[in-house]
């Protein structure tokens, strides 16, 4: 059973309209869509600014409630790797391979939503790309896994095992304790254009 949640705002299909309408009007010669973006540009900045501001004081679901709301694609994924994508609208991946070594979950407009409680990595360096344009991502890893993170999200919010970080540009690695001494270990890179990262 599917459940639809109203908290987040539809960025991808707001910014589909609005470049549709500017092309529309250009093909109309209502007005230039290169005057548009030439003088217009710093609307951008703005409008991505006023969102990451006030996404901030909408309520949000504890991470474990907001692993139960799906709409999109389901995968279970069970194999040594996988390649997952998706144009429009999420993707939720629960990964429980036995000796998981690679893979990439990659969505334009949507969410990536990955389970990796139940994930068994094989022995040596193994990596997982998760990536979205307009959207968000969420991680809930296993207790024990040995895992370095490394996110970066070009406006938006960055929270990783409760380190932060907001605005535009921003990066954040992180390294479980017990990263450096495991015989097998998880490098999880997660890449926004505009929204958030989440991994706990």
């Not at 908290?7 to 290169?34: A, C, E, K, Q, W």
């Not at 997952?84 to 334009?108: A, H, L, P």
């Amino acid at each position: 059973m599917h459940h639809h949640s109203n908290r987040h705002t539809p960025v991808g299909g707001i910014i589909l309209i609005i470049l549709g309408l500017l092309f529309l009007f250009n093909n109309l010669d209502i007005m230039s869509i290169h005057d548009v973006i030439r003088d217009f540009w710093p609307v951008i900045l703005i409008l991505i600014g006023i969102y990451v501001i006030f996404k901030n004081y909408r309520r949000t679901a504890p991470d474990d409630e907001e692993m139960k709301i799906k709409t999109g694609l389901d995968i279970t994924a069970d194999k040594e790797d996988i390649d997952e994508s998706n144009v429009f609208g999420d993707i939720n991946v629960n990964i429980k391979s036995e000796n998981f070594q690679k893979g990439t979950v990659r969505t334009v407009f949507g969410k990536v939503m990955a389970d990796l409680t139940d994930i068994n990595i094989a022995d040596g360096e193994n990596h997982l790309y998760l990536n979205t344009v307009f959207g968000e991502i969420r991680v809930k890893t296993a207790k024990n896994l040995a895992v370095k993170v490394i996110a970066t999200n070009l406006g938006g919010d960055i929270n990783v095992f409760g380190e932060r970080r907001d605005g535009l540009n921003q990066r954040l690695v992180y390294q479980s304790d017990n990263y450096a001494q495991a015989k097998a270990k998880l490098i999880l890179y997660c890449n926004v254009t505009f929204g958030e990262i989440h991994v706990w």
